[in-house]
């Protein structure tokens, strides 16, 4: 009998998956055809790109619906969605819960931070009660429509209450049903290391930020630890970031995109990759 095609049946066997941050439909079919089978819709990353601004909670429910049903035409990846706090209280959460999974969601990831929140990797964050978070929980869980659309639980504490205080509230939120457990910005590789065997019963997720609070591992690395899936969320946009300052200063200072061209795709190139001639060709079906 043939295992389930859920994201869940995926998480609980090895390799570990590894979810590169992506922030558009435009991100999302170039990892896509990278290969990649599962995505992570980054919260950062979205406000990077689309307000040019911080990872502070500016971002609203609304936004990262129209991120998600864009992606979602276009990609047959499954979703993994940076939720932030769920956008309010337990009320809010469960909304956001149906229109990320009517948008196309197959995973919801919710934080124990309060609003307005902080990206993970920067100072002073806060904290809602342990109690409120697994209320956030239990309503996320009540409002999804179909059992294959997980709810991830994420816990800021390791910054705020320290590395202890995360472990416990990490439990509650296993206890509450939660279906993935997140710990936020582990400082040190032994922290990692002690994730696993603290947290057993549901897989793990290791967010890994270039020049972030935790060391950055390898997927490999990650998988003997005992974390099912990791995430690179903003990474494409820091790429994309040095790419993009370096194309226009080379425009500015050659008044021409010549010497970059080695770097770029041509006009056919970017074509070719978004599928321009098949989808001429499928409009010419409708022609009479």
């Known amino acids: 009998m043939a295992e389930p095609d859920t994201l869940l049946a995926r998480l609980k066997r090895k390799p570990i998956v590894l979810a590169p941050g992506v922030y558009d439909a435009f991100t999302a079919l170039v990892a896509e055809q990278a290969a990649f089978k599962t995505l992570y819709v980054s919260g950062a990353a979205i406000a990077y790109t689309r307000l040019g601004r911080s990872d502070i909670g500016l971002v609203s429910m609304n936004e990262v619906v129209d991120v998600i049903g864009t992606i979602r035409d276009r990609v047959a990846a499954a979703l993994i969605v940076d939720a932030d706090t769920g956008y309010g209280n337990a009320l809010n959460v469960a909304r956001t819960m149906r229109l990320f999974e009517r948008a196309g969601a197959n995973a919801i990831q919710i934080e124990d931070q309060s609003f307005p929140k902080r990206c993970g990797h920067l100072d002073e964050k806060r904290l ?6 697994v209320g956030k929980i239990k309503a996320a869980l009540d409002a999804r429509r179909s059992r294959d659309t997980l709810v991830i639980a994420r816990t800021d504490a390791t910054g705020v ?20 457990l997140f710990v936020e910005a582990p400082k040190t590789q032994a922290e990692l290391r ?28 990650l ?11 903003g990474g494409i946009v820091r790429a994309l970031a040095r790419m993009a300052s370096e194309y226009y200063a080379s425009l500015a200072a050659h008044g021409t995109s ?25 409009g010419k079906r409708y022609e009479v």
């Open 128 to 133: 809602v009660p342990a109690a409120e978070m």
């Open 161 to 180: 209450e320290g590395f202890e205080p995360a472990i416990e509230r990490a439990l509650l939120y296993r206890d509450a049903g939660a279906d993935v």
């Open 194 to 221: 002690r994730i696993s065997p603290a947290l057993g019963g549901v897989p793990l997720l290791a967010n890994m930020v270039e020049g972030g609070k935790t060391p950055l591992l390898a997927a490999a690395e």
């Open 223 to 233: 998988e003997a630890l005992g974390f099912a899936l990791v995430i690179f969320p």
């Open 258 to 282: 010549e010497p970059f061209r080695s770097r770029m795709l041509d006009f056919a190139g970017l074509n070719h990759l978004i599928g321009t001639p098949e989808l001429l060709a499928i």
